[in-house]
Structure formats: C-alpha cells, structure tokens
C-alpha cells in the first residue's frame, strides 16, 4: 500500500513537472510568430503535456490513492 | 472585450497556477472534490490550452508574416509590393482583392473539402526541407497551380464573364488550360527579375 502510494506520489509530482514545462514552452510560443514557434509547441509543448497527461492518468488508473487526507501527512 | 489568446493566457495561468498550487498542497487531492480539481488541473485544463493553442497556432499560419518570417520566401513577399499592375499576387494583395494580411494563403490554399489540412501538411513538409533538408533551388509548388483556386473568387463575378473567358470556360474548370499560362496571367512572383521591379510603398 506504502509503495503504491509512493508510486502515485512520485508520478502525479512528476506529471506536474511536466504539464507545467509544456504550459509553459505553449505560453512561451504564442509571443513568436515563425515556423520554429509552432514546431516547439507541437514537439516540445505538445510532447510534455501529453506525457503529463498520460502519467497523470496512468498514476490514477494503476496507484490509485488514499481518500484519507491524513495519510499524505503521514508519508 | 478581451480577445481569445488573452484568454487563453488566462487559461494557461490559471492552469499553471492550480498545478503548482496541487503540488504543493498534495494532500488537498485526497478529498473527492480535490480530486475533480486534480482531474482539471492535471488533464482537462492542459488538453483544453493545448487543442487551443494549436487552433492558435494555425490560424497565425494563415497570416503572410508568417510565410515571410523564412528567408527562402522574403522575395515572393518583395513580389507583393511590385509596382505593375502586371504582377498578379501584386496587384491582388495592394487592391485588397484577397487580404494582404493573409496574401499568401488566399491563393496558395485548397479550396477542396478538407483542402485546409492538406495545405497545412504541405506546410509541415516545408518546415521539414527548411530545417532538415535542401530546400528547392527555385522553390516551386508541389503541384501545378490549380485553377479552383482563383476561380473560388472569380467564378461568377462581372469582371470574369468576358468573351475570353467564357470561351475557354471548361478548359478552365478542367485544369486543361492553367490561368497562369503564357499568354494569360503569366506574371506571378517573378522573383529573379524583382530586384529590378520598381516598389510600391504603401502610405502610413
């Protein structure tokens, strides 16, 4: 129970991660009007949101969590 | 009223700051309505900037700008501002028969069902020659340039119902006879000879 836990943990900090660095290259290529904007949002944005997605959804799917809010403070 | 990439600037704020938000506060994601807010910041929300910013993306493709931003492509934008009536895309963007801000696309998309995708994968494929490859030494199309294309505006319109045309019609229409052929409308870009071409700058 601990390592799934822990794996959901680690997976859902990590899906942020990247959900956050894909957000972020997508912000950051809509001020720039060039083929090279859109090729870093599609490759770059795009690959770090949908890996965010998919770990997102792999982390509730395979490590399903606690509904006890203690047992975050616990770990 | 605020335009859509404004709001799409507030989505992805708003999105990056419940991520950072739900990872720093982990455990409000153990409550049932933590996890609806998990679901949102770490799945809808992102989907949702991401198909938007990809809309986004497209529709700045459109803009002449855009095409213009490669160096391959800054004489066909020169071309644009020749001064002689001659000059088809010339005369076509400086009367505002298609708009000069999307000159290029106006004429050089497809005009057939699903004609949009095929042009932006055309598109992906001179991203893929530009930065990978050899582009073209002339570039020229893909593709013989079809007459579907200007007969999207022209067809049906006073100017275009001359004895000329009308003669030729089903040639026309079949491709058989290109718009752009000698004799006909047969100065485009020419951009071997534009740097010889008097410009029209256009007034403030």
Known sequence: ?75 | MPGPLAILFVLLGTTIILLVVLQLRAPLTATPAGKILAFLAFCALPILCGFWGLNEHLERSKQTAFCLSCHIMQPYGRSLYADDPMYIPAAHSQNHRIPAEEACYTCHTDYAMYGTIRVKLHGLRHIYVQYFGTPMNPIHLYDPYNNRECLHCHAGARSFENPTHMALLDQIKTNSLSCVSSGCHDTIHNVASIDKVKIWRPQE
């Not at chain 1, 997508?26 to 770990?55: D, N, Q, R, T």
């Open chain 1, 1 to 75: 129970m601990n390592a799934g836990r822990r794996g959901f943990s680690v997976s859902f900090r990590l899906s942020g991660i990247l959900l956050v660095i894909g957000l972020c290259v997508e912000a950051i290529s809509l001020f720039w009007i060039h083929p090279l904007a859109f090729l870093s949002f599609f490759v770059v944005g795009g690959g770090f949101l949908g890996a965010g997605v998919l770990l997102y959804l792999s982390s509730i799917i395979f490590h399903p969590s606690s509904t006890n809010p203690n047992d975050w403070h616990a770990r």
